[in-house]
């Protein structure tokens, strides 16, 4: 785990860390170093008339963060970004919270949100590529999330770096259209399958990501009550 000073002191971070191409094993020497975290805002900040924003954006260094509430109410919508840093190493997990979430990670996969946010993601980079010009890294983004989210409901778990042969494919695929077609096929199609056979339950668990958030925000709670 790394020094926390690199995440912002004002916030009370109780996971963190690399995430993207970093993470993935896709970077460049080009590619910058990004972060994101959860923080767990003070109870009596969400009583008052201007609760504290639940998502920030941060640079220099560039990271994320989302406020513990909103992060697990996306985690349950299985959005990929948020799943990634449930997985990745942690270079801050040292809390009560940090801990909460890691341990009850894979229970917030479900299988018919899962199959819909990962392959609607994929779509979404293909449109972004069309209108940002960015062509080979929509594409490389598209073949990943489809990898990742057929591993996801094969596995039950994220796997945020493919293996090296993996990464090696969906390099060379997205160099050319040609390529990119043909491996957009066969990981669309695998996805299917996956989505077809896959154990996971098929709604999200919201009853646990209740127990989840109550339980972080009581000990917060009877924590600086006892202080």
Not at 40 to 50: H, I, M, N, Q, W
Request: hydrophobic residues 40%; glycine residues 6%; contains cysteine.
């Amino acid at each position: 785990m790394t020094d926390e000073y690199v995440y912002p002191d004002k916030f009370k971070v109780v996971l963190g860390g690399i995430v993207g191409s970093q993470a993935q094993g896709f970077a460049t020497k080009a590619s910058d170093t990004d972060r994101g975290f959860v923080f767990v805002a003070p109870p009596l900040d969400l009583l008052g008339l201007t609760p504290p924003e639940p998502s920030v954006q941060l640079h220099d260094p560039d990271m994320w963060g989302h406020e513990i509430g909103k992060f697990i109410r996306l985690a349950l919508t299985c959005n990929p970004t948020i799943l990634e840093l449930l997985w990745v190493d942690h270079e801050v997990c040292s809390s009560y919270a940090g801990r909460m979430l890691v341990m009850h990670r894979a229970q917030f996969l479900s299988a018919h949100v899962l199959y819909g946010a990962y392959k609607g993601y994929a779509k979404q980079q293909i449109v972004r590529a069309e209108a940002e010009h960015r062509t080979v890294k929509a594409r490389r983004h598209c073949l990943r999330l489809l990898l990742q989210g057929a591993q996801a409901l094969r596995d039950g778990y994220v796997t945020v770096k493919p293996s090296s042969m993996w990464v090696t494919n969906i390099r060379t695929a997205s160099e050319t259209s040609e390529r990119f077609i043909e491996l957009y096929t066969h990981l669309a199609e695998d996805l299917d399958d996956a989505y077809a056979s896959t154990k996971l339950p098929a709604e999200p668990d919201r009853e646990m990501g209740e127990f989840v958030l109550r339980q972080i925000r009581k000990h917060v709670i009877d924590r600086e009550t006892a202080q």
